[in-house]
């Protein structure tokens, strides 16, 4: 029989010190959103499964999980991606006029991991809903790049792609949604014999030579100059090439340290996004950080069809990659009945600080704080003052003895 604390694989527990980080990460990012004007919304963990399916494409169903309503008898999903919902918040329950920003962070759990990767991400990202021009899809990448540079992510990457490439070099082509999907995943995984083995019979040698090139075409600025040499020209094509040249000026402009590339095979997903789409990488992850892009068809099964774009990311997989945070000061208090003692004690907090008590007859558990400084008696008065030897280098040194008659009051 199994141990009763084991926990299904691709699930663990957050343990303090990468809880610590990853709620300091949740924090920073949140308030970044904010900076732009997002505005939080907090979607329940469960909801009917058409609902969270409709209009998301095979990929995210085969990752939700579903049971049964014990109260109505209906199917219900625990979200895989909180994209849908927002979308049903945007169409239903706001309706407004105009562009409306949404952010979130909650969990969403999967059926099987990527990769690695746990099963119960915990997703930040971010929406605007309501403009159908680049100037939401460079707010979109400019955000998940701020946010990843507020993280610490270091040197960051980004690789843009457009859906409508594909779309493009196939218009006019009888492919069933089958054979679209084979095709896109090929493409994807830039599997030139498959491609060739997926038969395309009646497909027009140009597109068939298209079709090879795609694969080829990942690199710099220079990839757009080659696909506009050996791809279809064709008006969805154009736009596609012009639009994403246009927001690698505007992002290099705003990020002059940022590396940009292109990989227009990359169509991963491909049923569900409708533009311009980045994955951003960083921190030494060959894996993406964030990924975003258009999808203006999200919110069409809700009956209000507008314009989308938004990206997400995994601050568990996030924590795992930037530089940890140190740990906060605090101070060590003896535990004890002194009238003066639990005041000052109480003060402090009221003030803001981390006041850590030594409960009697334990040894102080300090390990996750920088204790830097400490209650003591001296001359009958309680003073704070810096401890020996902190555990932690702290960037502002510890004030010299002080009495503490007079402690700094709660803040109004």
């Known amino acids: 029989m199994?141990?009763?604390?084991?926990?299904?694989?691709?699930?663990?527990?957050v343990l303090p010190v990468q809880a610590r980080q990853i709620e300091a990460l949740r924090r920073r990012l949140l308030d970044r959103a904010r900076s732009y004007g997002f505005e939080l919304v907090i979607p329940p963990l469960l909801e009917h499964l058409e609902s969270l399916l409709s209009g998301t494409g095979r990929e995210l169903d085969l990752r939700t999980f579903k049971l049964v309503d014990q109260l109505s008898g209906r199917m219900l999903g625990v979200r895989a991606d909180t994209t849908p919902q927002?979308?049903?918040?945007?169409?239903?329950?706001?309706?407004?006029?105009?562009?409306?920003?949404?952010?979130?962070?909650?969990?969403?759990?999967h059926t099987r991991p990527d990769?690695?990767?746990?099963?119960?991400?915990?997703?930040?990202?971010?929406?605007?809903?309501?403009?159908?021009?680049?100037?939401?899809?460079?707010?979109?990448?400019?955000?998940?790049?701020?946010?990843?540079?507020?993280?610490?992510?270091?040197?960051?990457?980004?690789?843009?792609?457009?859906?409508?490439?594909?779309?493009?070099?196939?218009?006019?082509?009888?492919?069933?949604?089958?054979?679209?999907?084979?095709?896109?995943?090929?493409?994807?995984?830039?599997d030139v014999a498959r491609l060739e083995a997926l038969g395309t019979a009646g497909v027009p040698q140009a597109v068939r030579s298209a079709l090879r090139e795609l694969p080829r075409l990942y690199g710099g600025v220079e990839v757009l100059e080659a696909a506009r040499r050996v791809?279809?020209?064709?008006?969805?094509?154009?736009?596609?090439?012009?639009?994403?040249?246009?927001?690698?000026?505007?992002?290099?402009?705003?990020?002059?340290?940022?590396?940009v590339g292109f990989d227009l095979s990359e169509l991963s997903g491909y049923a569900y996004y409708s533009g311009a789409r980045f994955a951003v990488y960083g921190g030494g992850s060959s894996v993406a950080l964030a990924r975003g892009g258009r999808y203006d068809e999200v919110g069409a099964v809700f009956g209000r069809n507008r314009p989308a774009v938004g990206f997400s990311l995994d601050l568990k997989a996030l924590a795992d990659v930037v530089p940890a945070r140190p740990a906060a000061a605090a101070v060590l208090a003896p535990w004890g009945e002194d009238p003066e003692l639990r005041s000052i004690v109480r003060r402090l907090r009221d003030a803001g600080e981390t006041v850590i008590a030594a409960l009697p007859g334990q040894p102080p558990q300090t390990a996750a704080f920088a204790c830097d400084r400490e209650l003591v008696q001296v001359a009958g008065r309680w003073?704070?003052?810096?401890?020996?030897?902190?555990?932690?280098?702290?960037?502002?040194?510890?004030?010299?003895?002080?009495p503490l008659a007079a402690a700094p009051s709660a803040p109004a």
């Open 2 to 13: 199994p141990s009763a604390w084991l926990l299904p694989e691709h699930i663990a527990d």
């Open 86 to 109: 927002a979308a049903r918040i945007d169409a239903h329950l706001l309706n407004r006029e105009g562009v409306t920003r949404l952010c979130y962070c909650g969990p969403v759990l």
């Open 115 to 190: 990769g690695a990767a746990s099963r119960e991400p915990l997703q930040f990202g971010a929406e605007i809903f309501g403009h159908a021009g680049l100037e939401a899809d460079l707010e979109a990448a400019e955000l998940a790049l701020d946010c990843l540079q507020a993280a610490g992510a270091g040197t960051l990457v980004i690789d843009l792609a457009d859906a409508r490439v594909l779309r493009g070099v196939l218009a006019g082509v009888p492919l069933d949604g089958a054979q679209l999907e084979d095709l896109a995943a090929a493409l994807a995984d830039k």
């Open 231 to 259: 791809l279809p020209q064709r008006p969805l094509v154009k736009q596609a090439l012009d639009e994403l040249a246009w927001l690698e000026s505007h992002l290099k402009a705003a990020f002059p340290d940022l590396k």
């Open 383 to 402: 003073v704070l003052q810096a401890r020996p030897e902190p555990p932690h280098a702290l960037s502002a040194a510890a004030a010299p003895s002080q």
